[in-house]
């Protein structure tokens, strides 16, 4: 009879405990010891200047929320969805897809770029407009990182729900509300501190370290003599750094190479920055990309449509695609079969010595 008594306590134990676990979910401690808060680390080598010109350091309780948000599939429509679903941690937070598949698999018309160091943007000495060094996606149009991790949230193409719909989903998991009080000092959550938690997460992200940055600081076994003889068709005779210029490889300007020309109908597929200034130059114009981390950004391009490394230097050997807008920056520049792969190699060496982070394992519920 007693035997049958304990048994029947170890079940109800058993059964509390489980309904405990669904309504409560995973203990504090075991979120914290999962997605502690980490204090802002040093820049990693090379990148020290570009990060000192951030114009915001992260928060370190708001980054913390934050990387719960940006890995979080409840935040779609249809709760398949994250921002890591586009932006993977072991692709540099790019993806190995020609243009990103969203909510429904609804496909979106551009590739989703990396999204590492975009806590300081390239400024050019010369040109300190904010404007441009800190507008967000291949054609600049949304400016200030806060406004632009909230655009994914709405597209339909992509995570497909509206700002009060996402805001209500997160109220109704009790578990994110010590940390919006960690972060905030309230328990409040509204799109702004949505916002703002997923961008200083983003902040965090950081990429340095490379075999090129080991080699610029001094140690001239870092890199390769192939990736060195690179350097100096980048650098010099290909002129490559004209555009992929300063700390992070790009200048936050726009230029028309050619790609997405439809030269038959005598269009671009996607007309780029000229939708957002109505400017005739801008035909065909996209922002010059960072190239840090590019080994783990295939496929290339804003369409994608450029597979390997070896396809985007045979595509500048040939001085990119003639178009009537074509930038006049870029021009056959006949490498040899070694000048390609030298170039190659350098590029390879711009990879970061360790991935900027992996996706948490437990989420409040
Ligand atoms: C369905 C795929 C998809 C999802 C989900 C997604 N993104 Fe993106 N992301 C993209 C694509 C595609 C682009 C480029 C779009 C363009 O240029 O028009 C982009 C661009 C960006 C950029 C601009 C980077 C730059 O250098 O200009 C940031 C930042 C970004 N995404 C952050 C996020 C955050 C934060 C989330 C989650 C809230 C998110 N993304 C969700 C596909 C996605
Ligand atoms: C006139 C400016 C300019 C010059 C010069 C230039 N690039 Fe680019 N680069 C860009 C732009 C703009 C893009 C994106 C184009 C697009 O998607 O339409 C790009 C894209 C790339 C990409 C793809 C990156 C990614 O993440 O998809 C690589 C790699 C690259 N360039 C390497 C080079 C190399 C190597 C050279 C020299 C041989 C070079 N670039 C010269 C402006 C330039």
Sequence with gaps: MSARIA????????????????????SRTALERDNPVRPLTAPPLGMEEFFAEAPQQPDPARARLGRWLFYDARLSADGTVSCATCHRPDHAFSEPLAVSVGVGGRTGRRKAMSIVNLAARTTLVDTPELERSHAFFWDGRVVGLDAQVLRPLADPTEMAMQLPAAVARLDGIRGYRQYFRDAFG????????VGAAIADYVRTLRSGGS??????????SAMSVAAQRGSDIFFFRGNCASCHAGFNFSDGRYSNLGIGWDAAAGTFRDDGRLAVTGNPADRGRFKTPALRDVTRHAPYMHDGSL???????????RGGTPNPWRTQRLRPLGLTAQDID??????????????????PRVFPQ
């Design 7 to 26: 048994a029947a306590a170890v079940l109800l134990t058993a059964f509390v405990l489980i309904a405990a676990g669904c309504v409560v979910g995973p």
């Design 186 to 193: 309230t328990a409040t959550i509204s799109p702004d501190r």
């Design 211 to 220: 075999a090129y940055d080991r080699w610029a600081a001094g140690d001239a």
């Design 307 to 317: 597979a390997t490394l070896r396809d985007v230097v045979a595509f500048y050997g």
């Design 342 to 359: 030298d170039l190659i190699a350098f590029l390879e060496a711009l990879d970061s010595d360790r991935v900027a982070d992996v996706a």
